[in-house]
């Protein structure tokens, strides 16, 4: 079973601007821990634009636009587990800070949610709003 990491507006806003969080970071780990630590990683994948799943590295370059990146493309991210996930800004100061991921349980092979679409079976799915 793979997490779906969906964005909720769909980008990482500056909680101060509301403008997108461009040229920032996203770490990913285990629940409750500084996902910025790579002891405390854990493996995320991401979606790509053909449909197959990448490992990737961590930090997760945010786009201009706010929205997390693999090669030079924008991608989803998925997790297996539940996670923390740290965002900082492009000068490394922390925007937002998820100690454990409110996981919502699809089972259909589709899912929406507030006009989130989740793709893919058993899917949990974490809204990031600003603090």
Known sequence: MSTLVVLAPQYFPLASVGAPAGGGSIYIGEPDTDPTD???QI???AL???GTLQTISQPIT???GGIPLYNGSPVSLYVEQAYSLTVLDINGAQLYYVPDSPL????????SI???LAV???LSLIHISEP
């Open 38 to 40: 790579s002891d405390n």
């Open 43 to 45: 493996t995320v994948q």
């Open 48 to 50: 790509k634009e053909d």
């Open 62 to 64: 945010l786009s201009g």
């Open 104 to 111: 919502f349980v699809f089972s259909d092979t589709e899912a």
């Open 114 to 116: 507030d006009g989130d």
């Open 120 to 122: 893919g079976g058993d």
